[in-house]
């Protein structure tokens, strides 16, 4: 994997501000008020994390008006310095976004390209079957093997139903984790001010964290198209507490002191942030992993994971390359003998008609393979070096490839 280091990025250097505060106070305007416009008009929420100083949200009476109003942020944001790059690729994403809402063709590749970074491309089928061998072996831990028929026994032997269960394994032991994580060079927050709730919603999302400067609400989903499994509350704590909480955290710390830009802390999951956001949840328990022994549950969650993520970040791709949604699911439905064909055919068509899904389900499997190539090789200080530098620094997946490499090379 080799990513040319542009000027925009100098991982030795301190960061400096180099938006003003006029810009900074606009730009955060700009998304309270498109968040404000789709809410009022049925769609979905733009903000993800809002974690900047009060500031009136722009009023908008159309998706035209938000067009507008990116492309001229697009352009304010020329030649600034410090987090302008990061907040640059973000009003991208944006503007991709909100013409895929207002139903402007763009094409695949552009639109992945915009919205995520980084292009989705096919994944080896080697690099595929190496990942289902490494959830086999795991399975095999527990007398299980990979196919149609051991596929009852999993979800008898595996799945968990009782919500009080899902709930506690999620947050009892999260102090446990959170002070793990803080002695492995991370900042972590001392207070996090997290509330946790059920809901049932027909998404693709087991968890979905928000937050405010005043606190974060996890939510744990419990609709019938989710299903939790033995290694499942762990890897949702790591995932969504010690990566996502923790960030944000860390994030709004570093605004309130200054060290980031106040418009780094509105953030979306239609943009390229979404690609270190993700790829630090989905990765978390490799670092974990470097210190602390984690249980053969949670290690083969995420390898099962791993490798749906690849299997499925293949189907995506097969659709729009053109291929007949019959043929992109029959592929998929081969290689997930644990998946019920259902789900996986409701997975596929969200990622067909939702412009968020097009790029959002591909952030995990894209930014996840990404970090574990690139942690592969390096020692345990490099990898909590480049671990502490996600948590605490915005930066496109540009920049992020970009810093690993640097750690590896030395410079």
Known sequence: MSVSVSSEFRPNAQETSGVSHSINRRFIALFRGWDLYER?????????????????????ESREEVLAALLDMEECLRGSAGYAPFLHSRIGGSIAYVRALLDQPIPFEEYIQATLGVAATYIPDAEVDAARDEADRWLEHFH???????RDRFEREFLIHDKSAIMSGIVDNKD???????????????????????????????????????????????????????????????????????????????IESGEIDQACGVTTVHSPETF????????????????????????????????ELLVMQNAHVMIYQGERIEQVLNYADERLPLSQRGNIETDLRDRISDPLARTYQLS????????????????????????????????????????????????
């Open 276 to 307: 270190s956001a993700e790829g630090l949840g989905q990765t978390v328990h490799l670092l974990f992993a470097r210190k602390f022994p984690l249980p053969p549950e949670l290690w083969l969650r995420k390898a099962q994971q791993y490798y």
């Open 364 to 411: 995990y499997s894209i930014a996840e393979r990404t970090i574990r190539r690139l942690i592969a090789p390096m020692n345990d200080a490099q990898i909590f070096e480049f671990f502490s530098r996600i948590y605490q620094v915005p930066m496109t997946p540009v920049q992020l490839i970009a810093f690993g490499e640097q750690i590896l090379n030395n410079i």
């Open 40 to 60: 009022a008009h049925g769609g979905l929420s733009i903000v993800d994390f809002d974690l900047s100083p009060a500031e009136a949200p722009t009023a908008f």
């Open 144 to 150: 299980l093997r990979y196919r149609r028929e051991d």
């Open 176 to 254: 446990v984790w959170l002070s793990r994580l803080g002695s492995l060079s991370i900042p972590v927050p001392p207070e996090l001010n997290l509330k946790v709730s059920f809901t049932s919603v027909d998404a693709q999302w087991a968890n979905w964290i928000t937050g405010t400067r005043n606190g974060f609400e996890l939510a744990i989903n419990l609709h019938p198209r989710k299903k939790y499994q033995r290694g499942s509350p762990l890897s949702l704590c790591l995932h969504e507490i010690c990566g996502h909480a923790v960030q944000m955290a860390i994030w709004k710390e570093r």
